[in-house]
Structures are given as structure tokens and as C-alpha cells.
Nanobody, 129 residues
Framework: QVRLVESGGGSVQAGGSLRLSCVAS????????MGWFRQAPGKQREGVAL????????YYADSVKGRFTITLVHAENTVHLQMHSLKPEDTAMYYC??????????????????????WGQGTQVTVSS
């Protein structure tokens, strides 16, 4: 069992920056992929970014490319999401997710929440205009 704890959410004005962090309770080796998803009120949960330990380049949603950067610190079992140039449409609850199996190993898409088995409680990000 992997427990994920997020931190770093908050309220910022448009154009601002935030850094989200997610610490995994178990050694990261047991979780091949870690990522961030978000869910705004009335909308489906969507993939924001995913990074895996298999050497592939990280995946990003088109809406955040060039603004968000996901990084993995193996020694700390931590994944970060650095967010710049935030927009009001980035407002959502952000969830950290992890899974020992990369989504593509069973034909899944990186941004399908059903492909990741472990989830954090979420951290709120609010961007005001």
C-alpha cells in the first residue's frame, strides 16, 4: 500500500506560480509512475502531468505544456509540480496519483485516472483573475 500526501496548494492571482509536492510513504521503486490530476467542480478528473521511472519523457496535458513542470526526486519519494503563468482555468483540486505499472503496459492512456491505483486526498489550487 502506498500512501500519498500532497502539499503546496493555495490561492494566487493569474500569472502567479505555485509548487505542488507529493510524498509517497513507500519507496518509490514500488510505484513506477507518479503524476498529477485535477478536478474542477462539475468536471471530470483530468490528467495534468505524469512521470515514470522507466526513462520516458514526462507527459503533459496540452493546456499546461510550457507552463507546468513535473519532476521526481527518487531519494525523497517525492514528485513535484511546478506551475507558472497560472490561469483562472487552472483552478481545481489537484490530486497526486501513483501506480507500479505504467499505463501503456496494459494499453491505457497516461491521462486516464483509472490507470493509477493510488491517490492522495488532494490539494486545492485557486487562481483569481
Amino acid at each position: 500500500q502506498v500512501r500519498l500526501v500532497e502539499s503546496g496548494g493555495g490561492s494566487v492571482q493569474a500569472g502567479g506560480s505555485l509548487r505542488l509536492s507529493c510524498v509517497a510513504s513507500a519507496y518509490y521503486y514500488t510505484s513506477a509512475c507518479m503524476g498529477w490530476f485535477r478536478q474542477a467542480p462539475g468536471k471530470q478528473r483530468e490528467g495534468v502531468a505524469l512521470i515514470c521511472s522507466h526513462g520516458r519523457a514526462p507527459y503533459y496535458a496540452d493546456s499546461v505544456k510550457g507552463r507546468f513542470t513535473i519532476t521526481l526526486v527518487h531519494a525523497e519519494n517525492t514528485v513535484h509540480l511546478q506551475m507558472h503563468s497560472l490561469k483562472p482555468e487552472d483552478t481545481a483540486m489537484y490530486y497526486c496519483a501513483a501506480d507500479p505499472t505504467p499505463p501503456w503496459d496494459h494499453g491505457g492512456r497516461w491521462n486516464d485516472p483509472s490507470n493509477l491505483g493510488y491517490w492522495g486526498q488532494g490539494t486545492q489550487v485557486t487562481v483569481s483573475s
